[in-house]
């Protein structure tokens, strides 16, 4: 019972600390604005980009990277301290959802935050190394050819779960009960990701989503 409570504790801490959206802390101290009544509105690390520069979008991305990574890594040895016996990766995929909930829908900024993508790649890192080694360069790879970033994060999200499925049964040979729990709960980040680009979707078919720039002030 002791652990299952901790476990709660645990998710609701991971939602808590996902709804310190990095992109409104940083541009409001940095700037004194709201980022989200600029550009897109979109709260995330794109929009500060666009809008504010390579300085506050640096902050911001060191900001996520740590938000990510470091909450999954905290429960972990949380977890492990309180001789938790079960499926630390389970619980992580779990936690890594309620940190992306937190930063789209933030308790602190009325629920109105960013996308997800980059929470999503820092807790795959922490979860899963071996599968962000892969779903990363996808993005990258998208964005090089495109110069779109809603499309190289769609991408990137579709690719999540079928490496998290190969890469887990097949190479890594984990049981395929546990495999199929780990790729169904990474597919709740691709449908969260894709839902969260809708507007980018419908922008993409009209032809008037902004394109990356590789050479931003």
Excluded at 101 to 109: A, D, Q
Excluded at 110 to 130: E, M, N, R, S, Y
Aim: proline share 2%.
């Amino acid at each position: 019972m002791f652990a299952y409570i901790l476990i709660f504790i645990c998710l609701i801490a991971a939602y808590l600390i996902g709804s310190c959206n990095s992109a409104i802390i940083v541009v409001k101290l940095l700037k004194k604005e709201d980022i989200r009544n600029f550009g897109s509105k979109n709260a995330g690390l794109t929009n500060v980009l666009r809008c504010f520069g390579k300085g506050p979008a640096l902050v911001t991305l060191l900001a996520d990277l740590l938000k990510g990574s470091l909450t999954i890594l905290l429960i972990k040895l949380v977890l492990s301290l309180a001789s938790f016996e079960g499926d630390l990766m389970t619980i992580g995929y779990i936690s890594g959802f309620m940190v992306m909930l937190g930063h789209i829908f933030p308790l602190y900024y009325g629920f109105k935050g960013g996308k997800g993508v980059l929470v999503a790649a820092t807790v795959l890192l922490a979860i899963d190394p071996w599968t962000f080694m892969i779903v990363i360069p996808v993005f990258i790879v998208t964005l090089i050819f495109t110069r779109y970033v809603s499309v190289s994060s769609i991408t990137a999200a579709i690719s999540y779960p079928v490496v998290t499925f190969l890469l887990q049964y097949f190479a890594r040979n984990f049981e395929l009960g546990t495999v199929l729990v780990h790729t169904g709960l990474v597919m709740l980040n691709t449908i969260l990701i894709i839902y969260m680009h809708r507007a980018n979707i419908q922008r993409l078919k009209d032809g008037n989503e902004n394109k990356f720039s590789f050479s931003k002030k």
